[in-house]
């Protein structure tokens, strides 16, 4: 089981860039791939992006896609996302999440992929 914390969140203007950590306790991090996604108000969870267990690679939701960079420590069980030119509706609760079990692409890219959640850290983007 993997325990996940996220951090970083808070109140930004359209045009910041915000940074976001997730932390997790788990010897075996080096085997998950980690993800984010986020939840906005009145919708969905919403693919945001992954990084591969090594961190060679990534993939990223088309909301974000050009602004969002997301990287990992191995060495620290950490991953980072950062998103740069916030807009107003980047305003969500952004969780982390970390998958082993994902047979392909799309299971990649959706909340049932993975089996590991953090609590959320809110990002609200004013205008």
């Known amino acids: 089981q993997v325990d996940v914390v996220e951090s970083g969140g808070g109140l930004v203007q359209a045009g910041d860039s915000l940074s976001l950590t997730c932390k997790t306790s788990e010897i075996t991090f080096v085997t998950y791939v980690m993800a984010w996604f986020r939840r906005a108000p009145g919708k969905g969870l919403e693919f945001v992006g992954r990084v591969s267990p090594s961190g060679a690679l990534t993939y990223y939701g088309d909301s974000v896609k050009g602004r969002a960079t997301i990287s990992r420590d191995n060495d620290k069980d950490t991953v980072l996302l950062t998103i740069n030119t916030l807009k107003p509706e980047d305003t969500a609760m952004y969780y982390c999440?970390?998958?082993?079990?994902?047979?392909?692409?799309?299971?990649?890219?959706?909340?049932?992929?993975?089996?590991?959640w953090g609590q959320g850290t809110q990002v609200t983007v004013s205008s």
């Open positions: 999440a970390g998958g082993r079990n994902a047979r392909n692409q799309w299971e990649w890219s959706v909340p049932s992929g993975y089996e590991t």
